[in-house]
């Protein structure tokens, strides 16, 4: 039985529906994780190898697998003397493991961090974690040459075999290799998590949200991920020169502006963004952005209806060591002349949009018109001087 958790209170798609994300869909290397009609991933625990390559992609840590948490793992990692990182070791596969844990790691280990590749050419599930682990390999390296770090990840075919692996237990089976782990007292939550795989059956599991999940999703928070970074980078040492890099070369946090040409101060995009990267003043007058709190989730794009939040072409790695919070735009706002309400008057509007809503509706209802000089007639006398 697959050990695979999905929190759907974290999932992006929770956030909004209009979120585009199938990062975990992409990268499930048996298809077993789709999106089911609720708009929420769905996977049939039966088919779950338990590779963890969710994990390693999903920008809001919506999946926990049993036997492995990444947070654990990292401070284990970093505080033991092993160099190696290998799924017949330590993983239950690197792909479980996203750029921003292996950036944070080199950071912070003093050797050289090896990344065992030797078993990968001979993994049925080579396709598609052997591509996203070089992926993130490359990313990170890119990254920590770009912070001057002087660390550097190897990935080498080392192969390693544990020794201690029991000869009955197929080396590609990862359910069984994580059997293994928490035999060694990795898992913390080990009952509580049996007590909720004991209650999952063959069939696809499909997930909803209760009021609690619902609570959850307006409490703004970080991934743990971004912590972990965070702390990493508080301990290294900044660069001579803040290198500017390519926005496609980063895939896990932005810097935005926003087209005011287009943009109505809906407020979609602070209220839905999970991690409060997006956010605003009291008065919803302003629209501020912390580049380094973004997780890059494109929930705000995929929700803003003009398309007015756009992504700049180019990432400031100052933002890693002097992380800071930007205005992107200043709105006026005036009294509404009917209702009195505070709204944003984009073009020098003294009625707040709803008022205008109803007025139209009011006048619809009674059969009137408004002309162009601010006089009201009855369309049927407009119609009769025609
Ligand atoms: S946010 Fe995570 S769980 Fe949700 S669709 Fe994206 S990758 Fe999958
Ligand atoms: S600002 Fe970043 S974290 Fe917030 S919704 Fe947009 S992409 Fe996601």
């Not at 190696?84 to 844990?101: F, G, K, Q, T």
């Not at 928070?221 to 301990?235: E, G, N, Q, V």
């Not at 005036?334 to 020098?348: I, K, M, Q, Y």
Request: hydrophobic share 35%; net charge negative; aromatic share 8%.
């Amino acid at each position: 039985m697959s050990t695979l958790i999905f929190n759907p209170s974290a999932c992006v798609r929770s956030v909004t529906k209009f979120s585009e994300c199938t990062k975990c869909v992409e990268i499930c290397p048996v298809g077993t994780l789709h999106i089911a009609d609720n708009n929420l991933p769905a996977f049939t625990p039966s088919a779950c190898v338990d590779c963890g390559g969710c994990l390693g992609v999903c920008p809001s840590e919506a999946f926990k697998l049993k036997g492995f948490d990444p947070t654990e793992f990292f401070f284990s990692f970093a505080t033991s003397d092993e160099a190696l990182i290998s799924c017949r070791l330590n993983v239950p596969c690197i792909a479980a493991l996203s750029s921003e844990h292996l950036i944070a790691l080199a950071l912070i280990k003093e050797d050289p961090m090896v990344l065992d590749i030797g078993h990968c050419q001979s993994c049925p599930y080579k396709e598609p974690l052997y591509v996203q682990i070089l992926k993130s390999v490359e990313e990170a390296n890119y990254l920590l040459e770009a912070c001057e770090s002087g660390k550097v990840i190897r990935v080498e075919e080392v192969a390693v075999e544990e020794e201690d692996v029991a000869e009955d237990i197929d080396p590609n089976d990862r359910r069984a290799f994580l059997e293994r782990l928490s035999l060694k007292g990795v898992v913390q939550s080990k009952r509580e998590f049996e007590d909720a795989v004991a209650s999952v059956s063959d069939e696809t599991k499909t997930h909803h949200l209760d009021l609690v999940d619902v609570a959850k999703i307006r409490q703004k928070s970080l991934p743990d991920k971004r912590k972990i970074l965070f702390t990493a980078l508080k301990r290294a040492p900044k660069p001579s020169i803040f290198h500017t890099i390519a926005e496609e070369d980063i895939s896990f946090a932005s810097q935005k502006y926003i087209d005011m040409e287009s943009c109505t101060n809906c407020q979609m995009c602070y209220r839905i963004c999970p991690t409060g990267a997006l956010s605003s003043n009291p008065k919803n007058s302003k629209i501020y952005f912390d580049t380094m709190m973004c997780i890059k989730c494109r929930a705000c794009h995929d929700t803003c209806e003009p398309d007015s939040l756009k992504l700049q072409p180019t990432f400031e790695l100052k933002e890693f060591f002097e992380p800071t919070q930007r205005l992107l735009a200043t709105f006026k706002l005036v009294r509404c002349r009917e209702c009195g309400v505070h709204f944003t008057s984009l073009h020098g509007e003294q009625t707040c949009p709803r008022c205008m809503v109803e007025e139209e509706e009011a006048l619809d209802l009674w059969g009137l018109e408004e002309q162009e000089d601010g006089t009201v007639v009855f369309k049927t006398l407009q119609e009769d001087k025609g």
